[in-house]
Nanobody, 120 residues
Framework: QVQLVESGGGEVRAGGSLSVSCAASGSFFGIDTMAWYRQAPGKQRELVAAITRSGRTNYADAVKGRFTISRDNAKNTLYLQMNGLKPEDTAVYYC??????????????WGQGTQVTVSS
């Protein structure tokens, strides 16, 4: 059974920094694209950043220049470094991964979410 377990997050004042990580565990053949999403109260879940297995990244305009996504393929772990945090970054952050759980068979998996709160 494949699981994504997030850690990190918490509360910080505006302008501060936080990091979150997401470790994949279980039995699988490989991990393709990994991503961070977030969902603020009363809003739809939105893509924050994504990274391919080869390291190509893309970011939502709202976080460009402030957030950095990275991954360690050897550790099956995804990271998000968040700098210059703003109150509008407050949300539950979820990791997602496209995982090959059987030969040439992929599925999307989600973490349980971790709260990030930015106070003004």
């Amino acid at each position: 059974q494949v699981q994504l377990v997030e850690s990190g997050g918490g509360e910080v004042r505006a302008g501060g920094s936080l990091s979150v990580s997401c470790a994949a565990s279980g039995s699988f053949f490989g991990i393709d694209t990994m991503a961070w999403y977030r969902q603020a109260p009363g809003k739809q879940r939105e893509l924050v950043a994504a990274i391919t297995r080869s390291g190509r990244t893309n970011y939502a305009d709202a976080v460009k220049g402030r957030f950095t996504i990275s991954r360690d393929n050897a550790k099956n772990t995804l990271y998000l470094q968040m700098n210059g945090l703003k109150p509008e970054d407050t949300a539950v952050y979820y990791c997602a991964a496209d995982i090959e759980y059987a030969p040439s068979v992929n599925a999307d998996y989600w973490g349980q979410g971790t709260q990030v709160t930015v106070s003004s």
